[in-house]
């Protein structure tokens, strides 16, 4: 059965504060490993999505990377309206259904 | 381009009743996905559908079932609701469901069952 273990569960960050998630994941096939963002009361938002190990991608003051036991979300010099919960979900064998962890919370304070 | 759009976003229901809801995906996109999000559970994979037929199930009881349309949109059902029934509802579309289709994801519907 696929597993996805995200870490730390939740994270407190001063503004400019880099720091890494993780996201780790026991899977027969991987496909496709996505990152999400979640605001209180919201759908998760698209992110990234990286397909094979040492794959990296980066959008503003994110960047995921992906080896073949787990994934990180890299936060540089982050803002308060990057506080949310972040989500990590995979993707593996012929089926498209996302296994997700429980996520990592965020709050990034002035 | 419009989003994914679920309605309602919030419902109460008692035990005992049914609840249906309503996922319109974005246009063009043919594979919905529904999901339920619980604080205990996280984000848990109920069912996939893709030209009106169901593809993919996941590990729910049978009292939850869905259906879609031949315009794609999609409906579930959640019959005889129990307290543990309380949840986000979310719907997932995605172009054709393929392995490594980005999957966009509506508001939710919130259900909360006394």
């Known amino acids: 059965e696929d597993q996805v273990t995200q870490s730390p569960e939740a994270l407190r960050l001063q503004e400019g504060e880099s720091s890494s998630l993780n996201c780790s994941y026991t899977v027969s096939g991987l496909r496709g490993l996505f990152w999400y963002r979640q605001d209180p009361g919201k759908g998760p938002e698209f992110l990234f999505t990286l397909y094979s190990a040492g794959e990296e991608k980066e959008k503003e003051r994110l960047k995921a990377t992906l080896t073949k036991k787990e994934s990180f979300l890299h936060i540089t010099a982050p803002k308060p309206e990057d506080s949310a919960t972040y989500l990590c979900?995979?993707?593996?064998?012929?089926?498209?259904?996302?296994?997700f962890g429980t996520g990592t919370r965020l709050q990034v304070t002035l | 381009k419009a989003g994914v759009t679920q309605t309602p976003r919030y419902l109460i229901k008692t035990r005992g009743q049914q609840v249906t809801l309503s996922c319109s995906p974005i246009s063009g996109h043919r594979s919905v996905s529904w999901y339920q999000q619980t604080p205990g559970q996280g984000l848990q994979f109920l069912f996939e559908?893709?030209?009106?037929?169901?593809?993919n199930k996941g590990n729910f009881p049978g009292r939850f079932s869905g259906r879609q349309f031949s315009n794609s949109r999609s409906e579930m059902n959640v019959s005889t609701l129990e307290l543990g029934d309380s949840a986000l509802y979310l719907c997932?579309?995605?172009?054709?469901?393929?392995?490594?289709?980005?999957?966009?994801f509506g508001a939710g519907t919130r259900l909360s069952v006394l």
């Open positions: 997932a579309s995605s172009l054709d469901g393929g392995v490594g289709n980005i999957q966009y």
């Open positions: 559908y893709f030209s009106e037929t169901q593809r």
């Open positions: 979900a995979v993707q593996a064998g012929t089926a498209s259904k996302l296994t």
